[in-house]
């Protein structure tokens, strides 16, 4: 799915939210599109979390009940988490040139 599909597809399933879950969801929204996850790295987790919640919420629960009652701390976590698996490419992808693998034919651009 495109990014624009997946902005478009989250707003159209916000509005299936009761009042509360929404208010809770939104906030968890700005913490991770105000993050310094990448635009399509923070929406493919946030429309994961929106289908989960709109799931928990046709079971009669609610989002405190599925993400708990700190949402900023979740996004924190969730933040924390994308950055150090972002850390982890780009080690990998700068020790490329450092172990000769430039010019080996694996996909790695030199400086």
Do not use: W
């Amino acid at each position: 799915m495109k990014l624009k599909e997946m902005i478009h597809e989250n707003n159209r399933l916000r509005e299936e939210l009761s009042a509360e879950n929404r208010e809770y969801y939104e906030e968890m929204l700005v913490y991770i599109r105000s993050s310094d996850i990448h635009q399509r790295k923070a929406e493919e987790p946030l429309l994961e979390m929106l289908q989960h919640l709109l799931e928990a919420q046709r079971e009669g629960r609610s989002a405190v009940h599925v993400f708990g009652d700190q949402p900023a701390r979740y996004c924190q976590e969730l933040a924390a988490a994308a950055a150090e698996a972002g850390m982890v490419r780009t080690v990998a992808y700068a020790s490329c040139g450092c172990m000769g693998f430039r010019d080996s034919g694996v996909f790695c651009p030199g400086p």
